[in-house]
């Protein structure tokens, strides 16, 4: 039962914590601090940051997401396994409607340098919010279900790497601006709180004392 009061305590601090950070990085420096990271020319870094993102691009999330869910499906992690791919696909379908609501324009070329061009709209950044849905409950997950390993170990820090690279890397590239980075872990942040907390209800359910 704790537990549960923390997850719904998370559920609405940190959305607010998480959204009052993107007004003020909307209202007070966009185009600022795109600039100030786009200063790191370093061709390691950049390579690194395009790797991060790489991941996210033309669909290459379900990909993932449905490998993930049949070694899930394998090991008879059925609950797990649906949790993630309706995680995913929720927060997509969300993504998107946020995304065609607000009509939020991409960083133009003539203000930032732009990696690579992209036809959808900009707020919020669909990479943070299908990351943190998807990786975010594959963190926990490792977490909860795995034994202490260097395996564990390995699997936590490319997890938590992705997720926390993964903003830095599209206002790197240029493919987002700061608040929509910000807007995209408040929303993904939500998410995966509500993911873990029915994912908890749903093996209580299966699983009656």
Sequence with gaps: MTEENHLRKITIIAPLAFGAAAVL???FGDLRITRFIQRFDDPY???LMVAVSWPGYYGRQWVVAV?????????RLKVEAACLLISLGSIWLLTNAIKFAVGRARPAPDLVEVYAHS???SFPS?????YMALYGFLFYLVHTLMRPSPLRSALLTLLGALIGLVGLSRVYLGA??????FA??????FWLAMTI????RSKGASNPA
């Excluded at 490998?67 to 090991?75: G, I």
């Excluded at 987002?176 to 980075?181: F, G, K, L, P, Y």
């Design 67 to 75: 490998c993930v869910a049949a070694v899930l499906l394998r090991f």
């Design 197 to 200: 907390y029915f994912y908890r």
């Design 176 to 181: 987002h601006w700061a608040s929509d980075v």
């Design 25 to 27: 990085v909307y209202v």
């Design 184 to 189: 995209g872990y408040c929303l993904g942040f």
């Design 45 to 47: 870094f950049h390579r």
């Design 126 to 130: 669909g990479h943070v919010t299908s």
């Design 119 to 121: 036809a959808t709209r």
